[in-house]
């Protein structure tokens, strides 16, 4: 029986790899010299830290053309507030990964919805969805594309 996945995944290196080139381009920028302006990247988190506000402005707009530039989507951002204090300010950007129970349970709905001969099942952060023609899998997969459900997902482990 034919089936595919639909995941949420983040190529880690990818992510790792804009994070390096958007402290580069934050160290040689002439008007973050000598601020100590940085972003640091702890398992699928990114802090910036900067002197002013607006400044973390900046630096949010560089990681996301940084990582839109390593492929990496940018749906799966979770901005937080910045956080002032003194001359320090800081703000957390967590990457989304996995699709979440409440996600997949409107991923699924969805599914079953369409009337298509297939079924969709919930497996920790992922689904499996099987049927009986390709061509069913396929009508899924794009109707799945079609809603916009704000996280970037993949659909892979296609087997026939």
Same mark, same amino acid.
């Given at each position: 029986? /034919?089936?595919?996945?639909?995941?949420?995944?983040?190529?880690?290196?990818?992510?790792?790899?804009?994070?390096?080139?958007?402290?580069?381009?934050? !160290?040689?920028?002439?008007?973050?010299? !000598?601020?100590? %302006?940085?972003?640091?990247?702890?398992?699928? %988190?990114?802090?910036?830290?900067?002197?002013?506000?607006?400044?973390?402005?900046?630096?949010?707009?560089?990681?996301?053309?940084?990582?839109?530039?390593?492929?990496?989507?940018?749906?799966?951002?979770?901005?937080?507030? /910045?956080?002032?204090?003194?001359? %320090?300010?800081?703000?957390?950007?967590?990457?989304?990964?996995?699709?979440?129970?409440?996600?997949?349970?409107?991923?699924?709905?969805?599914?079953?919805?369409?009337?298509?001969?297939?079924?969709?099942?919930?497996?920790?952060?992922?689904?499996?969805?099987?049927?009986?023609?390709?061509?069913?899998?396929?009508?899924?997969?794009?109707?799945?594309?079609?809603?916009?459900?704000?996280? /970037?997902?993949?659909?892979?482990?296609?087997?026939?």
């Amino acid at each position: 029986m /034919p089936s595919f996945d639909i995941v949420s995944e983040l190529d880690a290196h990818e992510v790792m790899n804009a994070v390096d080139q958007a402290n580069r381009e934050v !160290g040689t920028r002439f008007d973050f010299k !000598g601020t100590g %302006a940085t972003f640091e990247l702890q398992d699928f %988190a990114v802090t910036l830290r900067a002197q002013a506000k607006f400044q973390l402005g900046q630096m949010l707009e560089i990681l996301k053309l940084k990582l839109s530039k390593r492929g990496v989507d940018l749906a799966c951002l979770d901005v937080k507030d /910045p956080v002032v204090s003194g001359q %320090a300010a800081s703000q957390l950007i967590t990457l989304r990964q996995g699709i979440d129970t409440e996600t997949a349970k409107k991923i699924q709905r969805l599914i079953k919805d369409s009337h298509l001969k297939v079924q969709a099942a919930i497996q920790a952060d992922q689904l499996r969805v099987s049927g009986k023609k390709r061509d069913e899998l396929q009508a899924v997969i794009t109707q799945v594309r079609a809603a916009k459900l704000g996280l /970037p997902l993949q659909f892979n482990n296609f087997r026939d």
